[in-house]
């Protein structure tokens, strides 16, 4: 066993990264996996989805256009880009994005609200609000992307909700899954002791140990005031017995050196690194440090040292109702990995045995979406959340820019507020993903189109996957805007409105998901 204080030593790094792959390897449970395409509605057969292969297309190569302050791009009328005008329009009409499937900040928001209190606006991520809810997007056949493309108009004039929806096959159609070498990172600080927190980890971490596989690594790592490696990197095999020890043995302790155990963890990870095995990194923590290296960009920097140099992403689990939502994303946007909460022990199970499964491989790396607004039926767009993630148009084909990792069986999707031109008509917007393969960094590239009429008239009378996804943006919208310095989507209902919508959808699907977000909107217009 190794003890490290709050120096940065070598047995600190280990441990967190050991903590990771535990938290990690859970997710991989072959017995608690769900279905990859549950829940939505109707296939979208208005898209024009063509397969790119790994030949980049012209980039544009016109100046960029003024972005407006509500982070949306104002077109002007503008030349056609003749005969690509249709994948790639003027620069002004264009919008990137990394992909982003973490789903935390709607997690958190749920915790808060049930406690009775109003989210920080800060802390309201809507893309996240939008992307914990599966949707039924035509799969497809090999190891990329489906494009899907669809929208409705909204109450207001001329404004539409278009949706971009991306999907990976699902894990069953790819064959048995590598390996895989997991660290958990356990936060073992003394607020951990608050039920809901180490209690719920220690259940998870026991339920994934006896459901991982003999040829699987696991590896613990903990911290507090000092990082400390439970249990190296071991094959499972005859060993769970050893893990579950480790597990049973996590107890609370003192003060949270958070940078301690992400350098511990790591180093752990990387000295019990695997050849042709998935190596990954699962922090569960409440984010709170309050001693050793507190500063968010020096622990950041670890964590994108050792992806660049070694390949191992971080998936992070947050924990507790005082939470630190900023630094856990920023620490899974920086390890090229995605970020969860968990509050209860059927949120554990989903973030467990349903979402954990679908990080452990990787479809894609360095993903990347880029959306092309035709100038000639487009007068103005936002894309909803996506903040942090935007990419310069010019770097959506340079390779070097870092995009989003997404596992198989993932769906990732973005929405947009589009105002159309009056009686525009004809083509509206393509969508194109280009992503890495994870093991040649070959580039490959994936679009769809919809055109104006393919909107529907009603975003409240569309097939439900757009529904809930109208919903759920709404609802983060409107969490938003409580700060008073946000303009509300195009065609927002009042929270009493949205929750009486949200309570028929839920009725009408009897989806235990959509029950939950409708509780979580009642809740919140009890305390707007």
């Known amino acids: 066993m190794h003890r490290y204080g709050t120096h940065g030593k070598r047995g600190r790094r280990g441990a967190t990264a050991l903590l990771a792959l535990t938290l990690a390897g859970g997710l991989l449970l072959t017995g608690c996996g769900g279905d990859d395409d549950a829940s939505g509605g109707a296939k979208d057969t208005t898209v024009d989805s063509r397969r790119r292969?790994?030949?980049?297309?012209?980039p544009p190569d016109r100046p960029r256009g003024a972005q407006r302050d509500d982070g949306g791009t104002s077109t002007g009328e503008g030349e056609k880009n003749g005969d690509s005008?249709?994948?790639?329009?003027?620069?002004?009409?264009l919008s990137t994005f990394a992909l982003d499937v973490d789903t935390a900040s709607y997690g958190y928001a749920r915790r808060t609200l049930s406690e009775g209190r109003l989210p920080d606006p800060a802390t309201v991520r809507p893309e996240e609000f939008v992307n914990s809810f599966r949707q039924?997007?035509?799969?497809?056949?090999?190891?990329?992307?489906?494009?899907?493309?669809?929208?409705?108009?909204?109450?207001?004039?001329?404004?539409?909700?278009?949706?971009?929806?991306?999907?990976?096959r699902s894990a069953e159609g790819r064959g048995e899954r590598p390996p895989a070498a997991l660290t958990f990172v356990i936060d073992v600080s003394g607020s951990m002791a608050e039920p809901g927190r180490l209690d719920l980890a220690r259940e998870a971490l026991g339920t994934m140990t006896d459901r991982l596989r003999d040829d699987d690594s696991v590896a613990l790592v903990t911290f507090s005031d000092e990082a400390e490696t439970v249990l190296p990197m071991t094959r499972l095999g005859d060993h769970r017995g050893r893990v579950h020890d480790a597990i049973d043995g996590l107890e609370p302790a003192e003060s949270t050196n958070l940078g301690a155990g992400v350098e511990a963890g790591y180093e752990t990870a990387v000295e019990g690194r695997r050849e042709g095995v998935t190596n990954r990194v699962v922090l569960v923590s409440d984010a709170l440090a309050n001693t050793g290296d507190t500063d968010a960009d020096t622990i950041l920097e670890?964590?994108?040292?050792?992806?660049?140099?070694?390949?191992?992403?971080?998936?992070?689990?947050?924990?507790?109702?005082?939470?630190?939502?900023?630094?856990?994303?920023?620490?899974?946007?920086?390890g090229d990995g995605h970020t969860a909460y968990v509050s209860t022990t059927e949120d554990a199970r989903e973030v467990f045995c349903e979402q954990l499964p679908r990080h452990i491989e990787l479809t894609a790396r360095d993903a990347k979406a880029q959306v092309a607004f035709d100038p000639e039926t487009v007068a103005e767009f936002r894309l909803v959340g996506y903040d942090n993630?935007?990419?310069?148009?010019?770097?959506?084909?340079?390779?070097?820019?870092?995009?989003?990792?997404?596992g198989p069986g993932h769906t990732v999707t973005a929405l947009y507020a589009v105002r159309t031109r009056p009686g525009a008509d004809g083509h509206l917007a393509t969508a194109t993903v280009r992503w890495l393969d994870p093991d040649s960094r070959d580039p490959h590239e994936e679009?769809?189109?919809?055109?104006?009429?393919?909107?529907?008239?009603?975003?409240?009378?569309?097939?439900?996957?757009?529904?809930?996804?109208?919903?759920?943006?709404?609802?983060?919208?409107?969490?938003?805007?409580?700060?008073?310095?946000?303009?509300s989507l195009p065609?927002?209902?009042?929270?009493?409105?949205?929750?009486?919508?949200a309570d028929g959808l839920a009725d009408r699907t009897?989806?235990?998901?959509?029950r939950e977000l409708a509780e979580a909107i009642g809740e919140a217009d009890r305390l707007a």
């Open 85 to 93: 005008r249709e994948i790639a329009p003027d620069p002004d009409h």
């Open 136 to 168: 039924d997007y035509e799969r497809p056949d090999g190891d990329g992307f489906s494009v899907t493309v669809d929208g409705a108009r909204t109450d207001d004039e001329d404004w539409s909700l278009v949706r971009v929806g991306l999907a990976t």
């Open 302 to 334: 670890r964590v994108a040292t050792e992806r660049r140099e070694h390949g191992i992403t971080l998936f992070g689990v947050g924990v507790g109702s005082d939470y630190g939502d900023a630094l856990m994303e920023r620490l899974a946007d920086k």
């Open 510 to 514: 009897e989806d235990e998901d959509l």
């Open 53 to 58: 292969g790994s030949a980049p297309m012209p």
């Open 447 to 487: 679009s769809g189109a919809v055109e104006t009429d393919a909107l529907g008239e009603s975003v409240w009378d569309a097939e439900r996957g757009l529904r809930v996804t109208a919903t759920a943006a709404y609802f983060a919208d409107a969490l938003r805007s409580a700060d008073g310095d946000r303009s």
């Open 491 to 501: 065609g927002a209902p009042g929270l009493s409105e949205l929750s009486e919508r």
């Open 389 to 406: 993630r935007q990419v310069a148009d010019e770097d959506f084909r340079d390779d070097r820019v870092d995009g989003g990792e997404v």
